[in-house]
């Protein structure tokens, strides 16, 4: 028997002085993934402080979404798109290089994609 995981892993990390939001995305993201985690991201997003967030999305283990989910992704950027400065996105699919390069339509601060996770902390702590 196969198991399929899917589903986002939300945390806080520190590098140097540094707080990032991390995010761990894996499998195909259905509807019912967002209706557990945003409301979990919003209460998290807002307590936060600061006025601006930087994260590191892990995009390793991600298939894609399902339609419903793909929306459920839009309105969520839409929704706190404002809040970030720096995102900086690892995977590991050429089609994941190319969802990064849309990704500023939708927020406010810069985006870049890395095939490494320590390419991606080099970049959003310099």
């Avoid at 209706?35 to 894609?64: F, S």
């Avoid at 793909?70 to 969802?99: M, P, V």
Wanted: negative net charge.
């Amino acid at each position: 028997m196969s198991i399929k995981k899917h589903g986002l892993t939300v945390g806080i990390e520190r590098v140097a002085n540094e707080f990032f939001l991390t995010l761990k995305v894996s499998g195909k993201l259905m509807h019912d993934d967002y209706a557990i985690i945003t409301p979990m991201l919003d209460a998290a997003l807002i307590q936060v402080k600061q006025a601006k967030i930087k994260a590191l999305i892990d995009c390793t283990e991600l298939e894609g979404w399902e339609f419903r989910a793909a929306w459920d992704d839009f309105q969520l950027s839409l929704n706190h798109g404002s809040e970030f400065t720096k995102i900086a996105i690892y995977g590991n699919k050429g089609w994941q290089k190319f969802a990064a390069k849309l990704a500023p339509w939708f927020v406010s601060g810069e985006v870049d994609y890395f095939k490494t996770e320590s390419d991606a902390l080099a970049w959003l702590v310099e």
